[in-house]
């Protein structure tokens, strides 16, 4: 999957691009409100394959980290989600551990994840409203029986109604996980994607693989196959390689394609209840970075808080001024000493673009005392003491951070590199080599 889409409320939805960017857009055409970067690992480093929005904030599936992120939503990070992947299995097909999460729905405080590879035993599970696993759901209802590739969940007239792309069937199943039926789609209509309840006691669901058959199709509570809503192509009010669906509180709907083919390129359609083309919100990816540097450039010119410029001028107003963004985000922490978001934006600034690594520990150290993840933040003060030089420090410090109980991101890409700060020391090269 190439990212995903969450209504947020009758106008406002979001979308979770695949690079770990999050984006709130206005459905009535005013553009992006909203936009941050994954924190605190930064752009390029999570692949986001699914959202779900609920009590404010927001849920996102991260495929390329194995887990569930739970944000604020102005992307204050509440929550991750899933027990740490064994990185020695190819693949790691246990309850609680979320191999490849592709599809979230939010339900009552319950959260259920459906996880895309072939043959797992765990591809839905659910997790309680506090993020704890609490049961995994046997595809079909037989013991132990493998999911083939489930890409969509949705809640339908009560029922969890599963898109299992590899035997093209939409698998239902009670809340609970019991199974209660296995709805075939007609020949020739390819395997399903994602699917969501249309407001009005139907369902909408996207298609992909038969480049003949519709590209979305409008179901019956009942799994009957109504009419095609949009067809295949890459014009206008049509969708090509179409990954994600949202559906507004009064039927309305949005589609996400790739016209192009390329995963960058994401299309953003609205659609009436009708599935009558209403506007295009995202033309391309070109479209898509200059409304987020528009807005970045109202907030920057005094529509937003000392945070909220810092960091848009730090992470995408084009070109930037990071002595500004340096005083904006220093401005923030004296407003309010405990702003978390602020000190780690600074504390990366500090050490990325500014080259100050001292003063990076210290903001570091200061989101540490503002309550962030105290194991990733010693990871970043680490990495600022090896870049001064001091490599015995680094090493006490990202050990203390690797042996930590509390979970660490990047855990064995951590390990790898304390691994190879050691051999730094012993003087040999990281790697084996000379």
Request: proline share 5%; charged share 25%.
């Amino acid at each position: 999957m190439f990212g995903g889409l969450a209504a947020l409320d009758a106008e406002r939805f979001v979308l979770a691009g695949l690079e770990g960017t999050v984006t709130t857009f206005h459905a009535g055409g005013e553009g992006v409100s909203g936009h941050f970067v994954l924190p605190p690992m930064g752009p390029r480093l999570a692949r986001f394959t699914a959202c779900a929005a609920a009590g404010g904030g927001l849920f996102v599936a991260d495929a390329r980290n194995s887990c569930i992120r739970r944000f604020r939503a102005d992307g204050l990070p509440l929550a991750r989600i899933g027990a740490r992947r064994n990185a020695g299995m190819t693949v790691h097909d246990e309850g609680g551990v979320l191999e490849e999460p592709y599809a979230l729905l939010e339900r009552r405080g319950a959260l259920f994840v459906a996880c895309g590879g072939s043959d797992l035993v765990h591809g839905v599970q659910r997790f309680d409203a506090r993020g704890r696993y609490e049961a995994s759901f046997p595809c079909g209802g037989g013991r132990e029986a493998p999911w083939r590739q489930p890409r969509g969940i949705a809640a339908i007239g009560g029922a969890l109604w599963i898109a299992e792309a590899g035997s093209g069937l939409l698998r239902v199943h009670a809340m609970d996980g019991r199974h209660q039926a296995d709805l075939e789609l007609p020949e020739g209509f390819g395997f399903p994607l994602r699917l969501a309840d249309d407001g009005y006691g139907g369902v909408l669901l996207v298609l992909a693989g038969e480049p003949d058959a519709p590209a979305v199709v409008r179901l019956d509570g009942e799994g009957e196959v109504i009419a095609p809503a949009l067809l295949q192509g890459s014009a206008a009010g049509e969708a090509s390689s179409a990954f994600d669906l949202a559906v507004l509180p009064d039927g309305r709907f949005l589609l996400a394609d790739l016209p192009s083919g390329a995963p960058e390129e994401a299309r953003i359609q609205l659609f009436s209840a009708d599935a009558r083309l209403l506007r295009v919100l995202v033309e391309d990816a070109g479209d898509f970075r200059a409304q987020v540097e528009a807005h970045g450039a109202r907030l920057v010119a005094g529509g937003g808080s000392a945070f909220e410029q810092a960091r848009a001028l730090h992470q995408f107003v084009a070109g930037g001024e990071p002595e500004r963004a340096r005083a904006l985000y220093l401005q923030a922490v004296r407003e309010e000493p405990r702003h978390l978001m602020a000190w780690v934006g600074l504390g990366t600034l500090l050490r990325e673009t500014l080259g100050d690594p001292e003063a990076a520990e210290r903001a570091f150290r200061s989101a540490i005392e503002a309550g962030g993840a105290e194991g990733d933040l010693l990871a970043r003060v680490a990495a600022c003491r090896r870049d001064r030089g001091d490599l015995d420090g680094a090493i006490t410090i990202l050990k203390d951070a690797v042996d930590r109980p509390d979970g660490l991101e990047l855990y064995h890409e951590r390990v790898e590199e304390l691994a190879d700060w050691f051999l730094e020391r012993a003087g040999e090269a990281p790697g084996g080599e000379d």
